[in-house]
């Protein structure tokens, strides 16, 4: 890689190939299938494809608050997409989203079934089918939507931007450093007043706007994203850690961290969930080498 500053960008960009970035191997400026891959169909009708970064684990969350709910309908089975090893780029993932980034859904409840991608199009049609979790009152529901949508406008200045540029760019340049913690940290701010005076990001009721946001800024401030809550100084946002805090405690958060995930201690990961006792009996600290 050049110097940054004595790089000039070509009249015609040309997709280097050699490029040694940590995510070199997925990333291609091309749409469409690598390879050809089936995808896994459960016994529920919500079949959920995912990993448990913070767009997957809106979802999963979603899924368990719901049945804590007393939904039954909402039962799901996720499986989970390796994003590093390209399960993203296979047939059968593509024909379900073809941007290729987890989560995606298909709900087979329907006739003929549908597919769902973006992790905020999945909340909103979750919220409107069970009508749970979403304000009814017009306003009301303006308001969650208005923080839904602030949430995938603004998560990808934290992980594209100051995410990738803090801790995977194999180079440390200081002008992008500094322009995305800029805005990273006005992000807290905005969320930091808009909880001062309300429990919840849209008031007195948690909605699908806390379970968009928390994934994200909440994992930042409780130290669990891209080790820089030190850096960013997160202790000085308090009504946001207040925040982070209570939604961590929920039983039904608890679990949708777990789902699809493979990272981290054996007691929190669940690669795939196909039924509430999974949680009880087959967390990877519970399977043998061969059922792993």
């Known amino acids: 890689m050049s110097d940054t500053s004595e790089y000039i960008p070509p009249k015609v960009w040309q997709w280097d190939t050699t490029d040694a970035g940590q995510f070199s191997n997925i ?18 009708p919500h079949q959920l ?10 979802v999963t969350v979603m899924f368990e608050e719901l049945l804590a709910l007393g939904i039954q309908d909402a039962e799901y089975d996720a499986h989970k997409i390796d994003i590093m090893e390209g399960d993203q780029f296979g047939s059968g993932f593509v024909a379900v989203n073809p941007n290729s980034k987890i989560p995606a859904m298909m709900d087979h409840s329907t006739n003929p079934p549908t597919r769902l991608f973006e ?10 089918k069970f009508d749970a979790l979403i304000p009814k009152e017009p306003s009301q529901r303006a308001e969650c939507l208005n ?11 934290l992980g594209g931007g100051f995410g990738h540029f803090y ?9 992008c450093i500094d322009r995305f913690t800029m805005e990273v940290k006005r992000q807290l701010d905005v969320l930091d007043k808009q ?9 007195d009721e948690y909605s699908i706007a806390d379970i968009a946001i928390w994934p ?23 009504n946001l850690c207040r925040w982070a805090k209570e939604i961590d405690a929920r039983p ?33 600290d519970k399977l043998t080498p061969e059922e792993s």
């Open 27 to 44: 990333n291609r400026p091309i749409s469409g299938a690598t390879h050809e891959k089936t995808l896994a169909i459960g016994k529920h």
């Open 49 to 58: 494809y995912s990993l448990a970064t913070p767009n997957g684990v809106k």
């Open 119 to 128: 992790s905020g199009s999945i909340l909103l049609y979750l919220a409107d």
């Open 147 to 157: 923080w839904l949508f602030w949430q995938m406008g603004s998560a990808p200045y």
């Open 167 to 175: 801790s995977y760019a194999p180079t440390k340049i200081e002008y």
């Open 195 to 203: 909880l001062a005076d309300k429990q919840f990001i849209c008031g």
């Open 216 to 238: 994200w800024y909440g994992a930042l401030v409780l130290g669990r994203l891209y080790d820089a809550a030190e850096f960013l100084d997160v202790k000085s946002y308090q």
């Open 252 to 284: 039904a958060v608890q679990r949708g961290r777990k789902v699809n995930r493979s990272w981290g201690e054996l007691n929190e990961q669940l690669h795939e969930r196909h039924d509430t006792s999974d949680f009880e009996h087959k967390t990877q």
